[in-house]
T-cell receptor, first 113, second 113 residues
Framework: NAGVTQTPKFQVLKTGQSMTLQCAQD?????MYWYRQDPGMGLRLIYY???????DKGEVPNGYNVSRLNKREFSLRLESAAPSQTSVYFC????????????FGNGTRLTVT | GQQLNQSPQSMFIQEGEDVSMNCTSS?????WLWYKQDPGEGPVLLIA?????ELTSNGRLTAQFGITRKDSFLNISASIPSDVGIYFC?????????????FGKGTLLTVNP
């Protein structure tokens, strides 16, 4: 089993460009999440999807949009990239919203110049 | 929002030494989780704690859920080079959903062979 798969692994964007980060899980999990990881800041939740068909804002949603395409896939879109969005982005999934641990992908390393 | 204070921020140790790190909070948690992140990869769950006072082991790792429910400790015995990475604690309130999971900022562990 692949677990949580993220694409691409690396990306460089210019300010103002747009892109979509893809995430897919094969564990039949109901809930999915997008985090960003910055030095000294730990992991911060951007958006989450408690179940197929629902999405909600996390701690740092500004500048991002998400789509829960189906139960397996949860994408993160940057409409107009800014240097402040340079970060490592992690997708995660869990069987249910509460009481079940998160399983993380290996991350997308994004640089915005 | 809630904050977790994780310490130390970084540790440099010799192979074979024991390691101890901890997380404290001003808030009560009912679940404590410990994750490890290898370089270039996503966090992986090491140990989950669900009960105050609980002491749980996973190989050379031992974690404890503090009796006050405001802290947790992770110990690694007889460290080896592959223990290198960032260790994160995370806390969750009673009945809380995963989107309320609070992460510490991590402890970077370096093991010198």
């Amino acid at each position: 089993n692949a677990g949580v798969t993220q694409t691409p692994k690396f990306q460089v964007l210019k300010t103002g460009q747009s892109m979509t980060l893809q995430c897919a899980q094969d564990m039949n999990h109901n809930s999915m999440y997008w985090y960003r990881q910055d030095p000294g800041m730990g992991l911060r939740l951007i958006y989450y999807s408690a179940s197929e068909g629902t999405t909600d804002k996390g701690e740092v949603p500004n500048g991002y949009n998400v789509s829960r395409l189906n139960k397996r896939e949860f994408s993160l879109r940057l409409e107009s990239a800014a240097p402040s969005q340079t970060s490592v982005y992690f997708c995660a999934s869990s069987l249910r919203q509460g009481g079940s641990p998160l399983h993380f992908g290996n991350g997308t390393r994004l640089t915005v110049t | 929002g809630q904050q977790l204070n994780q310490s130390p921020q970084s540790m440099f140790i010799q192979e074979g030494e024991d390691v101890s790190m901890n997380c404290t909070s001003s808030s009560i948690f009912n679940t404590w989780l410990w994750y490890k992140q290898d370089p270039g990869e996503g966090p992986v769950l090491l140990i989950a704690l669900y009960k105050a006072g609980e002491l749980t082991s996973n190989g050379r790792l031992t974690a404890q859920f503090g009796i006050t429910r405001k802290d947790s400790f992770l110990n690694i015995s007889a460290s080896i080079p592959s223990d290198v990475g960032i260790y994160f604690c995370a806390g969750l309130n009673s009945g809380g959903s995963n989107y309320k999971l609070t992460f510490g900022k991590g402890t970077l562990l370096t093991v010198n062979p």
